[in-house]
């Protein structure tokens, strides 16, 4: 918690130091209001007493209180500042590390538990220091000063007042350690519910469509029992802790009262009239000392948990991202859009085998290399492994004759223009999604006639001039007022406007129709000619023209060639090829 306290800045603590005179301010003008009220006492047990002598001490009391109310409003303002603009800096840092994760660092924790934390966990933080700014700061002055006003009125007194904030702390102490923990787990089965509304949210069509709901539900009412059973266990807990002040400061009240009627039938004369006028005061100053500690309880209520999101935050600033990027610019050997593997082998840190193996190869400029091969065969990790998602386990990949781990990431970016296997899109309209991110390949603005460009390129132009808005047409959550074909080329297009040297297209064509992908690749081919293509297909038709194609055969290379040399000799290839075309087809 201190660790992530750290990062308040120094306008904050000024801002803490301003709120301490105002809380000082405030504790003073409470501690007052008691003394007045002895003037009061003792002004009506006075015989001959008129009402201005008791308005003079009322009215000062009410501008006392006023004067107070005043003082913390403006503590609370300050509160407000450093909380919020803390929260606001640290969801920002939060959310600048996990940009920065590769795939694997973000498996770490997983999506919805990364959601949590930058939200509901930032917020506990924020609420504490908060609350925690206007009762950790006034409670223990409030209890302090009112202790040096009540001390010496009567030690009967004082170890009654003792006695009770003894039994408060063991209290506080007793229902924490129950309450910790659960707080530990209730974060954990957040991050679970999280998890089982989302998947069923995304999934919801399938759910739908499979009559799956009571499955889905059934696992939704478990997430959600568990985390009602442990969060009801430490909010019972908890609300032990009002019942529990309730009866200590009642019980001190009483005892001082008690106190006071012996020490006053003890008395005689005068001594009675002080006696009782200091039972008055010192009743107040004890409720000033308990009430210290009852503000203190709302802090230590919200404590246990905000222990555990800070731990959550910290776990996940302290992951540094795995894939680090120097720098300076290295400098090229080769020509633009060369690629080459040499013995690069790659393995998954939860996975037994090696998802790509031994695999070496070299690309020329403007050249179209293709991967094809079975599900999971490793052509998507191969594609991963160029842009330096992935970090190799073993070998060297090389673009332009510079290792990719010696890019520095805008710069390794810049070469590559990639359309996923599963198209993404953002909430937009077409032109922000075309002329999407930077790259000093492209002007910072592409010309509608670029995108347009763009848009023939990837198939696309026919489908979105037919929209009424054209460019401007809005484009929903991950593109979901779009087909699936055109979802594809969008991101095709996009792809393409970012006038890459290296185009990596992952299984992006098919959803097309066989007429649609031949056009986009003779396309392509035409307009990108020098650019470096490699395409990652299950059909055969899509990859037969490749310069260079790899089988790729459950992470093992199983063949390199062209599509004559391989459809001569590897079984492998022979075997995915004769099972969609015929032989009239193939040759
Ligand atoms: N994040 C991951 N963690 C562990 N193993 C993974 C991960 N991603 C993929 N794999 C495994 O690595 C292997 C290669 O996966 P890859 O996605 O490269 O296959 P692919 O040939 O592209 O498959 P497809 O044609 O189905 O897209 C598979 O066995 C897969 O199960």
Redesign the pocket.
């Known amino acids: 918690m201190f660790k992530i306290l750290k990062r308040l800045t120094g306008k904050d603590y000024a801002y803490i130091g301003i709120s301490t005179l105002f809380i000082a301010l405030q504790v003073w003008l409470e501690l007052e209001i008691p003394g007045y009220m002895t003037k009061i006492t003792r002004a009506l047990e006075t015989p001959g007493t008129t009402t201005g002598d008791i308005l003079d001490p009322g009215s000062k009391m009410i501008l006392y209180a006023v004067l107070s109310l005043f003082s913390s409003i403006i503590v609370g303002y300050f509160a407000a500042r450093v909380a919020g603009g803390f929260a606001a800096r640290l969801r920002k840092e939060l959310y600048d590390q996990v940009l920065d994760y590769s ?1 694997q660092d973000i ?1 770490q924790f997983s999506v919805p538990s990364l959601l949590t934390r930058s939200t509901n966990d930032i917020t506990q933080l924020q609420m504490f220091i908060a609350i925690g700014m206007q009762v950790m700061i006034k409670a223990p002055i409030t209890a302090v000063w009112a202790m040096t006003k009540i001390a010496g009125k009567g030690w009967q007194w004082s170890t009654a007042t003792a006695v009770a904030v003894v039994a408060l702390i063991v209290m506080l102490a007793v229902i924490l350690t129950l309450v910790q923990p659960r707080f530990k787990i209730v974060q954990r089965l957040t991050d679970r519910l999280n998890l089982v509304t989302r998947e069923n949210l995304n999934g919801i069509r399938v759910v739908h469509a499979y009559n799956a709901e009571k499955f889905q539900n059934d696992k939704f009412d478990k997430a959600n029992n568990d985390l009602t059973d442990t969060n009801m266990f430490a909010l019972r807990a908890l609300a032990l802790m009002n019942p529990g002040m309730s009866l200590i400061s009642s019980g001190l009240t009483l005892a001082v009262y008690a106190i006071g009627a012996y020490l006053i039938d003890a008395a005689s004369g005068m001594q009675k009239l002080t006696y009782f006028s200091n039972m008055i005061v010192f009743s107040s100053y004890a409720m000033q000392i308990i009430f210290s500690f009852l503000m203190l309880s709302f802090v230590f209520v919200i404590m246990p948990r905000v222990t555990v999101s800070a731990g959550r935050i910290n776990e996940v600033l302290a992951v540094a991202p795995s894939i680090k990027y120097p720098a300076t610019k290295p400098v090229e050997k080769e020509a633009n859009g060369i690629i080459e593997f040499k013995d690069v082998s790659f393995h ?1 840190s ?2 037994e085998e090696a ?1 790509v193996k031994h695999l070496t190869f070299k690309t020329k400029p403007g050249q179209t290399l293709a991967l094809i ?1 079975s ?7 191969v594609l991963n492994l160029i842009a330096r998602r992935y970090e190799v386990s073993e070998g060297q990949v090389l673009i332009d004759g510079v290792d990719v781990s010696d890019y520095p990431e805008s710069d390794l970016n810049d070469k590559i223009g990639y359309a996923p ?1 599963k198209a993404v899109l953002f909430s937009g309209d077409i032109r922000s999604n075309i002329d999407f991110g930077t790259s000093t390949n492209k002007s910072d603005k592409l010309s509608d006639d670029e995108i347009k460009d763009a848009l023939d390129t990837a198939q696309a132009l026919d489908f979105v001039e037919r929209k009424h808005d054209q460019l401007d047409a809005n484009v929903a959550q991950h593109g979901d007022n779009f087909s699936g074909g055109q979802k594809q080329r969008l991101a095709i297009a996009r792809a393409v406007a970012r006038k890459p040297e290296i185009l990596m297209f992952d ?1 992006s064509f098919s959803a097309l129709d066989y007429a649609t992908d031949r056009k986009l690749r003779e396309t392509l081919n035409k307009k990108n000619h020098e650019t470096t293509k490699v395409i ?1 297909a ?1 059909r055969i038709s899509t990859i037969m023209d490749a310069d260079q194609i790899i089988v ?1 055969d459950n992470g093992n290379v199983a063949g390199i060639g062209t599509h004559d040399e391989l459809l001569k000799d590897n079984k492998v290839y022979q075997e995915i090829a004769y099972s969609q075309l015929s032989k009239e087809e193939l040759a």
Do not use: M, P
């Open positions: 795939t498996t998954f939860d996975a998802a091969g599900t999971g065969s490793g052509k998507s990790t296997q299984d990652v299950q790729l």
